[in-house]
Protein backbone atom coordinates (compact mmCIF):
# COMPACT_ATOMS: atom_id res chain seq x y z
CA UNK A 1 0.00 0.00 0.00
CA UNK A 2 1.21 3.45 -1.05
CA UNK A 3 1.14 5.60 1.73
CA UNK A 4 1.81 9.65 2.88
CA UNK A 5 2.38 11.07 6.16
CA UNK A 6 0.53 14.06 7.03
CA UNK A 7 1.83 15.83 10.40
CA UNK A 8 1.87 12.17 12.85
CA UNK A 9 -1.28 10.44 10.39
CA UNK A 10 0.01 7.87 7.92
CA UNK A 11 -2.46 7.95 5.06
CA UNK A 12 -2.93 4.78 2.51
CA UNK A 13 -5.64 3.74 0.35
CA UNK A 14 -7.39 0.48 -0.62
CA UNK A 15 -8.96 0.80 -4.00
CA UNK A 16 -11.98 -1.61 -4.18
CA UNK A 17 -12.92 -1.03 -7.91
CA UNK A 18 -12.44 1.65 -10.43
CA UNK A 19 -14.08 1.70 -13.82
CA UNK A 20 -16.75 3.38 -15.69
CA UNK A 21 -20.00 3.57 -13.86
CA UNK A 22 -22.70 6.22 -15.49
CA UNK A 23 -23.46 8.53 -18.35
CA UNK A 24 -21.74 11.94 -16.81
CA UNK A 25 -24.98 13.70 -17.34
CA UNK A 26 -27.32 11.25 -14.91
CA UNK A 27 -23.80 11.31 -12.21
CA UNK A 28 -24.09 15.02 -12.18
CA UNK A 29 -26.87 16.43 -13.92
CA UNK A 30 -26.11 20.35 -13.75
CA UNK A 31 -21.81 19.87 -15.17
CA UNK A 32 -21.76 21.53 -18.43
CA UNK A 33 -19.76 19.55 -21.06
CA UNK A 34 -16.44 21.96 -21.32
CA UNK A 35 -16.02 20.86 -17.63
CA UNK A 36 -15.99 17.28 -18.26
CA UNK A 37 -13.77 18.49 -20.78
CA UNK A 38 -11.10 19.62 -18.59
CA UNK A 39 -10.61 16.45 -16.53
CA UNK A 40 -8.21 13.24 -17.39
CA UNK A 41 -9.18 9.84 -18.63
CA UNK A 42 -8.98 8.65 -14.41
CA UNK A 43 -12.39 10.69 -13.96
CA UNK A 44 -14.03 11.16 -17.89
CA UNK A 45 -14.09 8.90 -20.53
CA UNK A 46 -14.81 11.58 -23.46
CA UNK A 47 -15.49 8.53 -26.10
CA UNK A 48 -19.33 7.70 -24.42
CA UNK A 49 -19.54 10.60 -22.27
CA UNK A 50 -19.57 8.49 -19.30
CA UNK A 51 -17.81 9.35 -16.13
CA UNK A 52 -15.26 6.89 -13.88
CA UNK A 53 -15.33 6.29 -10.58
CA UNK A 54 -13.15 4.75 -7.72
CA UNK A 55 -14.42 3.04 -4.70
CA UNK A 56 -11.99 3.19 -1.81
CA UNK A 57 -11.01 3.07 1.80
CA UNK A 58 -8.22 5.40 3.45
CA UNK A 59 -6.32 3.90 5.92
CA UNK A 60 -5.05 5.87 8.66
CA UNK A 61 -2.37 5.23 11.29
CA UNK A 62 -2.80 7.92 13.82
CA UNK A 63 -2.04 7.71 17.46
CA UNK A 64 -0.86 4.01 18.09
CA UNK A 65 -4.03 3.50 16.07
CA UNK A 66 -5.33 1.89 12.32
CA UNK A 67 -8.44 3.30 11.52
CA UNK A 68 -10.67 2.93 8.27
CA UNK A 69 -12.87 5.50 6.28
CA UNK A 70 -15.65 4.10 5.04
CA UNK A 71 -16.28 -0.13 4.19
CA UNK A 72 -16.86 -0.24 0.40
CA UNK A 73 -19.62 -2.34 -0.76
CA UNK A 74 -19.66 -5.65 0.70
CA UNK A 75 -20.86 -8.92 -1.41
CA UNK A 76 -24.10 -8.24 -2.51
CA UNK A 77 -24.63 -4.54 -4.09
CA UNK A 78 -22.81 -4.60 -7.17
CA UNK A 79 -23.08 -1.68 -10.02
CA UNK A 80 -20.10 -1.84 -11.55
CA UNK A 81 -19.33 -5.38 -12.86
CA UNK A 82 -15.99 -6.47 -12.42
CA UNK A 83 -14.66 -10.09 -12.30
CA UNK A 84 -13.72 -11.45 -9.67
CA UNK A 85 -15.58 -9.30 -7.27
CA UNK A 86 -13.71 -7.02 -5.23
CA UNK A 87 -13.03 -8.58 -1.37
CA UNK A 88 -12.16 -5.63 0.61
CA UNK A 89 -11.19 -7.35 3.89
CA UNK A 90 -8.62 -9.56 1.59
CA UNK A 91 -7.31 -6.32 -0.03
CA UNK A 92 -6.53 -4.82 3.34
CA UNK A 93 -4.72 -8.02 4.24
CA UNK A 94 -2.51 -7.53 1.22
CA UNK A 95 -1.75 -4.49 2.45
CA UNK A 96 -0.60 -5.54 5.95
CA UNK A 97 -3.98 -4.49 7.59
CA UNK A 98 -5.73 -7.70 9.19
CA UNK A 99 -9.33 -7.49 10.13
CA UNK A 100 -8.57 -7.78 14.10
CA UNK A 101 -5.96 -4.97 13.83
CA UNK A 102 -8.17 -2.58 12.83
CA UNK A 103 -9.36 0.03 16.00
CA UNK A 104 -11.69 1.82 14.45
CA UNK A 105 -13.84 2.27 11.53
CA UNK A 106 -15.55 5.67 10.63
CA UNK A 107 -18.97 5.76 8.31
CA UNK A 108 -18.90 8.71 6.88
CA UNK A 109 -22.69 8.06 6.00
CA UNK A 110 -24.82 5.45 5.73
CA UNK A 111 -24.67 4.32 2.24
CA UNK A 112 -24.45 0.78 0.74
CA UNK A 113 -21.03 1.56 -0.64
CA UNK A 114 -19.69 2.74 2.83
CA UNK A 115 -20.84 0.40 5.32
CA UNK A 116 -20.69 -3.10 3.00
CA UNK A 117 -18.05 -4.29 4.58
CA UNK A 118 -19.08 -3.23 8.36
CA UNK A 119 -20.17 -7.07 8.54
CA UNK A 120 -18.89 -10.29 6.83
CA UNK A 121 -22.29 -12.84 7.12
CA UNK A 122 -23.70 -10.77 9.33
CA UNK A 123 -21.20 -10.58 12.19
CA UNK A 124 -18.78 -7.56 12.62
CA UNK A 125 -15.66 -7.69 9.51
CA UNK A 126 -13.36 -6.05 12.20
CA UNK A 127 -14.04 -7.48 15.85
CA UNK A 128 -12.05 -5.31 17.81
CA UNK A 129 -12.74 -2.13 16.23
CA UNK A 130 -15.20 0.86 17.84
CA UNK A 131 -17.35 2.06 14.36
CA UNK A 132 -18.45 5.74 14.32
CA UNK A 133 -22.11 5.87 12.98
CA UNK A 134 -23.96 9.12 12.13
CA UNK A 135 -26.94 9.22 14.32
CA UNK A 136 -29.22 11.28 12.16
CA UNK A 137 -28.46 8.58 9.51
CA UNK A 138 -28.76 5.73 11.58
CA UNK A 139 -32.33 7.15 12.99
CA UNK A 140 -33.60 7.41 9.43
CA UNK A 141 -32.39 4.18 7.99
CA UNK A 142 -33.46 1.93 11.37
CA UNK A 143 -35.13 -1.25 9.98
CA UNK A 144 -34.58 -0.99 6.59
CA UNK A 145 -32.47 -3.53 5.05
CA UNK A 146 -29.23 -1.96 4.94
CA UNK A 147 -29.21 -1.39 8.42
CA UNK A 148 -30.33 -4.92 9.15
CA UNK A 149 -27.83 -6.04 7.46
CA UNK A 150 -24.31 -3.47 8.09
CA UNK A 151 -25.23 -1.54 11.18
CA UNK A 152 -27.33 -2.93 13.82
CA UNK A 153 -25.33 -6.25 13.91
CA UNK A 154 -22.35 -3.31 15.07
CA UNK A 155 -24.71 -1.89 17.49
CA UNK A 156 -25.52 -5.39 18.65
CA UNK A 157 -22.55 -6.26 19.48
CA UNK A 158 -21.95 -2.91 21.40
CA UNK A 159 -19.12 -1.79 18.98
CA UNK A 160 -21.17 1.27 17.85
CA UNK A 161 -20.14 4.74 19.04
CA UNK A 162 -23.24 6.76 17.22
CA UNK A 163 -22.56 10.47 17.38
CA UNK A 164 -24.32 13.75 16.50
CA UNK A 165 -22.37 16.71 15.69
CA UNK A 166 -18.53 16.70 16.13
CA UNK A 167 -16.63 14.02 17.06
CA UNK A 168 -12.85 14.01 18.32
CA UNK A 169 -10.78 11.25 17.54
CA UNK A 170 -8.08 12.02 18.94
CA UNK A 171 -5.53 14.88 18.96
CA UNK A 172 -5.08 14.94 14.95
CA UNK A 173 -8.41 14.06 13.53
CA UNK A 174 -12.37 15.20 14.18
CA UNK A 175 -15.58 14.17 12.11
CA UNK A 176 -18.11 17.15 12.06
CA UNK A 177 -21.43 17.11 10.58
CA UNK A 178 -21.70 17.90 6.48
CA UNK A 179 -25.54 17.18 5.95
CA UNK A 180 -27.17 17.49 2.61
CA UNK A 181 -25.68 13.95 0.81
CA UNK A 182 -27.17 12.10 3.50
CA UNK A 183 -28.85 13.70 6.82
CA UNK A 184 -25.79 12.40 8.90
CA UNK A 185 -22.99 12.75 6.25
CA UNK A 186 -19.62 13.70 8.05
CA UNK A 187 -16.39 15.04 6.50
CA UNK A 188 -13.15 13.92 8.49
CA UNK A 189 -10.49 16.52 9.60
CA UNK A 190 -6.99 16.16 9.67
CA UNK A 191 -4.98 19.24 11.81
CA UNK A 192 -1.63 17.48 12.32
CA UNK A 193 1.57 19.81 12.66
CA UNK A 194 1.68 21.85 9.78
CA UNK A 195 -0.38 19.85 7.40
CA UNK A 196 -4.12 19.97 6.79
CA UNK A 197 -6.78 17.85 4.95
CA UNK A 198 -9.89 16.69 4.73
CA UNK A 199 -11.56 13.36 3.90
CA UNK A 200 -15.06 14.60 2.36
CA UNK A 201 -16.74 11.36 1.93
CA UNK A 202 -19.74 11.65 -1.08
CA UNK A 203 -19.59 15.67 -0.82
CA UNK A 204 -18.12 15.16 -3.71
CA UNK A 205 -18.16 11.98 -6.62
CA UNK A 206 -16.49 13.81 -9.19
CA UNK A 207 -13.63 16.34 -9.41
CA UNK A 208 -16.15 17.94 -12.01
CA UNK A 209 -17.97 19.48 -8.75
CA UNK A 210 -14.72 21.04 -8.08
CA UNK A 211 -15.15 23.58 -11.03
CA UNK A 212 -18.64 24.38 -9.42
CA UNK A 213 -19.21 22.88 -6.12
CA UNK A 214 -23.05 23.97 -6.09
CA UNK A 215 -23.45 21.10 -9.18
CA UNK A 216 -24.59 18.34 -7.15
CA UNK A 217 -24.27 14.44 -7.99
CA UNK A 218 -28.07 12.27 -8.33
CA UNK A 219 -27.26 10.60 -5.17
CA UNK A 220 -27.70 13.92 -3.13
CA UNK A 221 -30.73 13.39 -1.11
CA UNK A 222 -31.36 17.10 -0.13
CA UNK A 223 -29.82 19.10 -3.03
CA UNK A 224 -29.74 22.39 -1.33
CA UNK A 225 -27.95 20.93 1.60
CA UNK A 226 -25.92 19.04 -0.20
CA UNK A 227 -24.57 22.20 -1.98
CA UNK A 228 -24.39 24.40 0.83
CA UNK A 229 -22.31 21.76 2.57
CA UNK A 230 -19.77 21.08 -0.45
CA UNK A 231 -19.36 24.72 -0.41
CA UNK A 232 -18.58 25.49 2.80
CA UNK A 233 -16.29 22.62 3.23
CA UNK A 234 -14.32 23.15 -0.47
CA UNK A 235 -14.12 27.01 0.70
CA UNK A 236 -12.78 25.99 3.85
CA UNK A 237 -10.06 23.52 2.23
CA UNK A 238 -8.95 26.30 0.12
CA UNK A 239 -8.60 29.34 2.23
CA UNK A 240 -6.04 26.66 4.38
CA UNK A 241 -4.61 24.75 1.99
CA UNK A 242 -6.47 21.54 3.37
CA UNK A 243 -5.57 18.61 1.09
CA UNK A 244 -8.87 17.29 0.17
CA UNK A 245 -9.57 12.83 -0.19
CA UNK A 246 -12.61 12.15 -2.10
CA UNK A 247 -14.26 8.59 -1.36
CA UNK A 248 -15.37 8.09 -5.20
CA UNK A 249 -12.67 9.17 -7.97
CA UNK A 250 -9.19 8.16 -7.97
CA UNK A 251 -6.28 7.29 -10.31
CA UNK A 252 -4.72 9.85 -7.70
CA UNK A 253 -6.77 10.05 -4.78
CA UNK A 254 -6.44 13.39 -3.84
CA UNK A 255 -5.90 16.90 -4.68
CA UNK A 256 -5.19 20.42 -3.93
CA UNK A 257 -7.28 23.11 -3.92
CA UNK A 258 -6.69 26.30 -5.59
CA UNK A 259 -8.56 29.42 -6.50
CA UNK A 260 -9.48 29.63 -9.72
CA UNK A 261 -9.37 33.23 -11.17
CA UNK A 262 -12.95 34.79 -10.96
CA UNK A 263 -13.65 32.57 -8.00
CA UNK A 264 -15.12 34.40 -4.95
CA UNK A 265 -14.72 34.04 -1.41
CA UNK A 266 -18.19 32.82 -0.58
CA UNK A 267 -18.31 30.24 -3.84
CA UNK A 268 -14.67 29.35 -4.91
CA UNK A 269 -14.17 27.18 -7.73
CA UNK A 270 -11.55 25.63 -7.49
CA UNK A 271 -9.04 23.20 -9.35
CA UNK A 272 -7.37 20.07 -9.04
CA UNK A 273 -3.80 21.40 -8.60
CA UNK A 274 -1.87 18.04 -7.18
CA UNK A 275 -2.12 14.30 -7.23
CA UNK A 276 0.20 12.99 -4.60
CA UNK A 277 -1.18 9.23 -3.92
ZN1 LIG B 1 -20.76 6.70 -2.08
Redesign the pocket.
Known amino acids: METITLGRVEVGRVRELQGPFAPAGDLVPDAPREHWEELGPDFWQPQDNVAVLALQTWVLRSGGRTILVDTGLGTDRFPMETEPRPDLPGLLAAAGVHPEAVDLVINTHL?G??VGWNTTDGAPTFPNARYLIPAPDNAKLSGDDLHTKAVAPIIEAGLAEVWEGEFRIDADLVLEAAPGHTPGSAVLRLDSGSDRAVFVG?LLHSPVQLLEPAHNSCFDEDPAGAARSRKTVLARAADENRLVFP??FGGAGYVALSRRPGGSGRNPATQVEEFVL
Do not use: E, G
Request: aromatic share 0%; glycine share 0%.
Open positions: HDHDAH
